[in-house]
């Protein structure tokens, strides 16, 4: 069998009816936004009803999968969930891991299109030509990991199950969706299955998927994968994790605590966890298909009744980045614990630490009656704020506010609360621009699915790199010619405004095929190899300069497809606190330059905002693409979208 | 081709040192059916139901033997048997 590497059919499911259709995936649009997450905004666009409410019927969820997905390419797992934010309004698309993707491909479909809303709890099944709307029965109501389990049971280990907890099924806006228990379709998507009242699409399949030249896809493959087996620090990615740099971190100061204003303390972090700390709870190392470096890990914990118990972790760092530093929570068992019941229950974990953390900051403000949570003031006790989850899950008392996210929360509480929430387009960031000012963090100003950094993580997460590095790197990303100069790189730095404006589109380039953003995945990976593979699999010669082009168009898109919802300039805003100085060991850290050369002021950070938007060819006044850039990029068809 | 001509008698099995990667079931398509597909493949990996592995490894008896799977596998699970070595 031969193939290009697509599976050349989009699946579209209306659980209203549970009527199904099979529609030919149009090769030439594919190709043009190059597939896989770019293929899903070109969806996005033509099917997202313009200023639809998130939870309507009408409102499609969107998944799909990477171009390379489902292949022997190295670490190219991604699915892809575009759809509307119920809170924020945002057309975004959540990219996960796991195998939901190559099984989605291996049954014959690149995207999944889901609209209406299902009569009672329902599950979609899907295996090759059979699909079937199931009704959810026993599993509605259920957390992740025993619905998981169940349906697993029912229909075969060779399934990918991506399941929401009650959270989802409740509504909560900070709901999400996981997949075979392990992987995170995160923040926000999983209150979209649940107003479908979809507990989990269920697939598997057995087509397969081919490419236009095996051969020479093979020969590809396997060069990446001894580039995997070369890498002198693959042994500790794959046994530590990212706690392996957990020290590094803790010395830059990403575990920040006390509602993003206070740096943890290096030590207490080394001594509760460092790298052994995690080998010693760690079970096995867990990875996602076509993985050569997998750090996903089943880890072993001694819940609240005293029980050993096991669960899963997509990213093992969150233990004390995201759930412990943010609650001043400092032990392995107590942050798993938190993990644990929040992958169970479906509620993003991370959203949920930030907003405790901000909640509790008000309180101390008094700003927030100690009386308004529940009668008590806020708690950072594990069995509390376990109850604080169950109870947003449930939206039950005050816990309807934290299951509100941000957005509601501060449509609730008021400004004086808004004042001191840490967040973009109602998501807080992954990490904080005082410790890092570089691709991560201005990254999620700019990104129109709020507080997220695009993939390729870590690339400024590092501290203390050197310009050079940064000019070697843009060169292996493939940014234009007239980028690699002095109108950005200096032997003192970069421009990091313009620099974003090109970094994106190569985000762009990896998500569209699917590869794994982890960096012990992505720093392998350059834009001949891309183009090579995609020019293997698809068939379709393509110079890294038309991948790029390609990468540009579907961002573009992107950025039109929230523009027609209104989204401008004005949201793109930095947060408040980071113009006031991070509090550490008695100093402070104060906003600066990655190089840490100059300080950065409000006026400095607009500055670099308005390079970003002129080196996009956007509109620098309102951040939207201008004319020239639509027509130069063979999108005549958005002018005047949005304006 | 190559690979399907070697005779090879034995591969060791560590379970535990699975990850999933599912590298094994599609390097084994590829090479005979020229496809990824998993369920063409002659070697199985599933997850476990119990045990202190997270998944089962089971090979038809349909398989040739050519080792394509070994070779492919990233982590250590499937190796040759002492006697044998790669092509």
Not at chain 1, 14 to 33: I, N, S
Not at chain 1, 153 to 177: F, K, L, T, W, Y
């Amino acid at each position: 069998m031969t193939g290009n590497g697509f599976a050349g059919r989009i699946l579209f499911v209306d659980v209203t009816t549970a009527a199904t259709e099979v529609r030919p995936l149009d090769l030439d649009e594919a190709r043009r936004f190059l597939g896989g997450w770019g293929m899903n905004a070109k969806l996005a666009y033509d099917l997202v009803p313009p200023r639809c409410d998130a939870r309507a019927p009408e409102m499609p969820i969107i998944i799909g999968s990477g171009v390379l997905t489902g292949t022997s390419a190295p670490s190219t797992p991604k699915a892809f969930i575009t759809t509307k934010c119920p809170a924020a309004g945002t057309v975004t698309t959540a990219v996960s891991g796991g195998d939901f993707g190559a099984r989605l491909k291996w049954a014959g479909y690149d995207h999944l299109v889901i609209t209406g809303c299902a009569a009672q709890p329902s599950y979609l099944y899907i295996r090759d030509e059979e699909v079937r709307l199931l009704p959810a029965g026993e599993f509605w109501g259920q957390d992740i990991y025993d619905a998981t389990d169940a349906l697993l049971e029912r229909h075969g280990g060779d399934c990918s199950v991506a399941c929401i907890g009650p959270a989802g099924e409740n509504g909560v806006n900070i709901a999400m969706c996981l997949d075979n228990k392990l992987a995170t379709f995160g923040r926000t998507v999983g209150a979209n299955l649940g107003a479908k009242r979809l507990k989990a699409v269920v697939v598997a399949g057995s087509r397969g998927v081919g490419v236009a030249d095996h051969k020479r896809f093979l020969k590809i493959a396997q060069q990446l994968e001894k580039k995997f087996a070369d890498d002198p620090l693959r042994e500790k990615w794959t046994k530590y994790a990212l706690f392996f740099i957990a020290p590094m971190w803790a010395k830059a100061g990403h575990f920040i605590t006390n509602n993003w204003s206070e740096v943890c303390s290096e030590e207490r972090v080394n001594e509760h966890f460092g790298p052994e700390d995690f080998t010693a709870v760690k079970e096995s190392t867990l990875s996602c298909p076509s993985c050569r470096s997998g750090d996903k890990a089943s880890i072993r914990f001694e819940d609240l009744n005293g029980q050993q118990r096991q669960t899963t972790i997509s990213c093992p760092i969150t233990l004390v980045h995201g759930i412990g530093s943010r609650l001043g929570i400092y032990e392995m068992r107590d942050t798993t614990i938190l993990h644990d019941r929040a992958n169970r229950l479906g509620i993003d974990a991370l959203t949920f630490a930030s907003m405790l953390g901000w909640l509790r900051d008000l309180q101390r403000r008094g700003l927030l009656a100690e009386t308004a949570t529940d009668g008590a003031p806020l708690d950072f006790s594990t069995v509390s704020v376990v109850d604080w989850m169950e109870k947003t899950a449930r939206r039950e008392g005050f816990g309807a506010v934290l299951a509100g996210g941000y957005l509601h929360a501060i449509k609730t509480l008021g400004p004086e609360a808004e004042e001191h929430a840490l967040q973009i387009k109602g998501t807080e960031p992954d990490f904080d621009a005082r410790v890092s000012f570089g691709v991560e963090t201005f990254g999620s100003v700019t990104n129109p699915r709020g507080g997220h950094d695009m993939p390729v993580g870590g690339l400024t997460v590092a501290v203390g790199r050197k310009p050079e590095f940064f000019l070697k790197t843009a060169q292996k990303m493939g940014f234009p010619p007239e980028a690699l100069s002095a109108h950005i790189f200096s032997p003192e730095g970069f421009d990091l405004g313009r620099f974003q404006a090109h970094y994106e589109n190569w985000c762009t380039v990896i998500n569209c095929l699917g590869i794994c953003f982890r960096m012990q995945c992505t720093r392998l990976y350059d834009q001949e190899v891309c183009a090579a593979l995609y020019g293997a699999a698809t068939g379709l010669t393509m110079t890294p300069a038309e991948l790029m082009e390609g990468a540009e168009r579907a961002y573009v898109l992107y950025r039109m497809l929230n523009a027609r919802e209104g989204f401008s300039r004005a949201d793109d805003r930095f947060p408040r606190q980071w113009f006031t100085p991070l509090k550490r060991n008695g100093g402070s850290m104060p906003l600066m330059d990655y190089f840490k050369k100059r300080p950065i002021s409000r006026e400095d950070a607009e500055a670099i905002l308005d390079a970003y938007y002129e080196e996009k060819g956007w509109d620098v006044a309102t951040g939207t693409p201008t004319a020239a850039t639509l027509q130069r990029l063979g999108l005549s068809e958005l002018l005047g979208v949005g304006v | 081709m190559a690979a399907a001509r070697r005779k090879t008698t034995e591969f060791l099995i560590a379970t535990e040192k699975c990850v999933g990667c599912l590298e094994c079931q599609m390097r084994c398509s590829v090479v005979h059916h020229r496809v990824f597909n998993p369920q063409l493949a002659n070697i199985r990996v599933t997850p476990a139901k119990n045990g202190a592995s997270y998944y089962t490894i089971a090979y038809l008896d349909s398989c040739l033997k050519c080792g394509s799977c070994v070779r492919a596998c990233s982590f250590g699970t499937l190796v040759f048997g002492a006697s044998e070595g790669p092509a």
